[in-house]
């Protein structure tokens, strides 16, 4: 069943937690080294007008990857939008003090990624659906055109079978 509210991972040491939501995981799997592996010219074959591209990342943890992705592919044709979604709050804050948007932050960062943003909420949840909702009613669109599901599809799948998986589509 699917928790409304969000929670920490309720540990700071690396190995085990309910969702997948490990809070040194980058410290292991570095999101340069993630990220190396994706073609560097992706979005532009897959838009090649440009323009505004709207992107989900589900499960995004501290924001490491999703601050990578927007630096990658953001172009002078292409903006690239990204809404970051985890269950663990803990994350959440670290993702945003990472793109520079937390008000205990106050140092300017040469890596602040304007079009990136980060809210704390479990996808599979109403509240996750209205996050979700709220992002694409704000940029005037249905769907997300990039939806980015790294490590993240097992968990669903352990915690609401078949169908959260199915639902998980619909969503985005």
Same mark, same amino acid.
């Given at each position: 069943?699917?928790?409304?509210?969000?929670?920490?991972? $309720?540990?700071?040491?690396?190995?085990? &937690?309910?969702? $997948?939501?490990?809070?040194?995981?980058? +410290?292991?799997?570095? /999101?340069?080294?993630?990220?190396?592996?994706?073609? +560097? #010219?992706?979005? &532009?074959?897959?838009?090649?007008?440009?323009?505004?591209?709207?992107?989900? #990342?589900?499960?995004?943890? &501290?924001?490491?990857?999703?601050?990578?992705?927007?630096?990658?592919?953001?172009?002078?044709?292409?903006?690239?939008?990204?809404? $970051?979604?985890?269950?663990?709050?803990?994350?959440?804050?670290? /993702?945003?003090? &990472?793109?520079?948007?937390?008000?205990?932050?106050?140092?300017?960062?040469?890596?602040?990624? *304007?079009?990136?943003?980060?809210?704390?909420?479990? =996808?599979?949840?109403?509240?996750?659906?209205?996050?979700?909702? $709220?992002?694409?009613?704000?940029?005037?669109?249905?769907?997300? #055109?990039? =939806?980015?599901?790294?490590?993240?599809?097992?968990?669903?799948?352990?915690?609401?079978? #078949?169908? *959260?998986?199915?639902?998980?589509?619909?969503?985005?």
């Amino acid at each position: 069943m699917s928790e409304e509210k969000c929670g920490g991972s $309720g540990n700071s040491e690396p190995g085990g &937690a309910r969702f $997948g939501n490990f809070i040194n995981y980058y +410290q292991f799997n570095p /999101a340069e080294e993630r990220i190396s592996h994706l073609p +560097q #010219d992706l979005l &532009a074959n897959l838009f090649p007008s440009g323009g505004k591209i709207l992107a989900l #990342d589900i499960g995004c943890n &501290a924001g490491n990857l999703t601050l990578a992705l927007s630096r990658k592919y953001s172009t002078a044709n292409l903006q690239l939008n990204i809404l $970051g979604i985890d269950i663990d709050e803990t994350l959440i804050e670290r /993702a945003k003090k &990472a793109n520079n948007n937390s008000d205990n932050d106050n140092e300017p960062s040469s890596e602040k990624c *304007g079009n990136v943003e980060f809210v704390c909420a479990d =996808v599979m949840s109403e509240k996750g659906s209205q996050e979700i909702q $709220g992002f694409l009613n704000a940029n005037g669109v249905e769907k997300f #055109d990039v =939806v980015f599901l790294f490590s993240v599809t097992m968990w669903i799948h352990l915690h609401h079978g #078949d169908s *959260g998986l199915e639902n998980l589509i619909k969503t985005c």
